[in-house]
């Protein structure tokens, strides 16, 4: 997309953790997308990405991520392509996991800048946020009471991994005990 000059070797990320935190600057800057989406839409959709333990259909991450499906659906497709990858009519999760390993904050900081390292703890919040909206999506579908949820595939193999990212030690507890 003529983003970058290949010949311009300053200007190249020093690796990939860089290359991410450059690339989804330009989104939170407004350089890639419209500044005030970012917390609004690109923010939470990105992180319910990194949160989600499955391949994930196109009307579910817009309801965990909150945000339009039709503004999910050109994300995905068009502008995010590179970084999201579509299985079939299953659905779509990360391209890559060392692109999970940036969005959840399971990368070398100390090699980051300092504008690097706040982007990144943005996002790793975001991902924790994502884990909590799920659960409590879940939660109102089944009233709080998890067993009710043995024939959803995702929620049966990942709910318990939400519970546990989402660091409410409280509720994974109880969940336990209950079930």
């Avoid at 995010?80 to 060392?98: D, I, P, Q």
């Amino acid at each position: 997309r003529d983003e970058r000059s290949p010949l311009n070797l300053e200007k190249l990320p020093n690796g990939l953790t860089s290359y991410y935190a450059d690339y989804w600057h330009g989104w939170r800057d407004g350089k890639r997308g419209e500044k005030t989406k970012w917390r609004t839409h690109y923010l939470p959709l990105l992180a319910t990405l990194a949160a989600a333990q499955d391949v994930v259909s196109l009307e579910m991450l817009a309801q965990w991520a909150k945000v339009d499906e039709a503004d999910v659906d050109e994300l995905l497709n068009d502008k995010w392509r590179a970084y999201v990858v579509r299985r079939g009519n299953e659905g779509y999760t990360l391209f890559h996991a060392s692109f999970r390993d940036f969005l959840t904050g399971r990368v070398a900081k100390d090699k980051l800048q300092f504008a690097d390292n706040r982007l990144q703890e943005e996002l790793e919040n975001a991902v924790t946020q994502a884990h909590l909206r799920i659960v409590e999506d879940y939660r109102a579908q089944c009233s709080g009471d998890f067993v009710k949820l043995v024939d959803d595939d995702y929620a049966r193999k990942h709910i318990v991994a939400h519970l546990i990212l989402q660091r409410d030690f409280v509720l994974l507890r109880d969940f336990a005990y209950y079930n």
